[in-house]
T-cell receptor, first 114, second 116 residues
């Protein structure tokens, strides 16, 4: 069985702090893909990043960085120097099955205060 | 249009009525997905279309829910005899390369359904 866990329900930080969002994906699959989506208060789901299980190279894009460790099934996402506009719910979502459907974690609500 | 379009954006209906929700995917995207987002339930997968076929309907919660897709494009999600627990935001997404992981799902803004 596959299981996506985002243990942090809510995180509150002050602007300019760094924040890391955790995601653990338990699966027997040896090859898989993981996505992070952002859902701001306006409600739309915005794609942020896609990673695959055979690439553990960490990646940085602007203020965002991703740390993937296959051995622990953890796929964490860090925002450096957070801004108020980063306030949103962040979802970790691996692909499940042949059809490419995403299974979503429960989400982490990030609140960045000025 | 450039993105996934859903209509209506909001729908209020009385318990027991039928409703139809429409999704217009990104042009050229062969895969189409319906999800439901409600408080306390997170984002739930409902159904997946590849072309006009639905190889995965595993998320439909009951036989009151059905969906179809025509011409490999527009999809309609129908809920019959609506119940209050059907109140949620219904999200549609499309993708041009399902299952490969190379293409993310692109989501519409959703239809907020309220059953009174």
């Amino acid at each position: 069985a596959q299981k996506v866990t985002q243990a942090q329900t809510e995180i509150s930080v002050v602007e300019k702090e760094d924040v890391t969002l955790d995601c653990v994906y338990e699966t027997r699959d040896t090859t898989y893909y993981l996505f992070w989506y952002k859902q701001p208060p306006s409600g739309e789901l915005v794609f942020l990043i896609r990673r695959n299980s055979f690439d553990e190279q960490n990646e940085i894009s602007g203020r965002y960085s991703w740390n993937f460790q296959k051995s622990t099934s953890s796929f964490n996402f860090t925002i450096t120097a957070s801004q108020v506009v980063d306030s949103a719910v962040y979802f970790c979502a691996p692909i499940s099955g042949q059809g490419g459907k995403l299974i979503f974690g429960q989400g982490t609500e990030l609140s960045v205060k000025p | 249009g450039a993105g996934v379009s859903q209509s209506p954006s909001n729908k209020v209906t009385e318990k027991g009525k039928d409703v139809e929700l429409r999704c217009d995917p990104i042009s050229g995207h062969t895969a189409l997905y319906w999800y439901r987002q409600s408080l306390g339930q997170g984002l739930e997968f409902l159904i997946y279309f590849q072309g006009n076929s639905a190889p995965d309907k595993s998320g439909l919660p009951s036989d009151r829910f059905s969906a179809e897709r025509t011409g490999g494009s527009v999809s309609t999600l129908t809920i019959q005899r609506t119940q209050q627990e059907d109140s949620a935001v219904y999200l549609c997404a499309s993708s041009h390369a399902p299952g490969t992981g190379s293409s993310p799902l692109h989501f519409g803004n959703g239809t907020r359904l309220t059953v009174t």
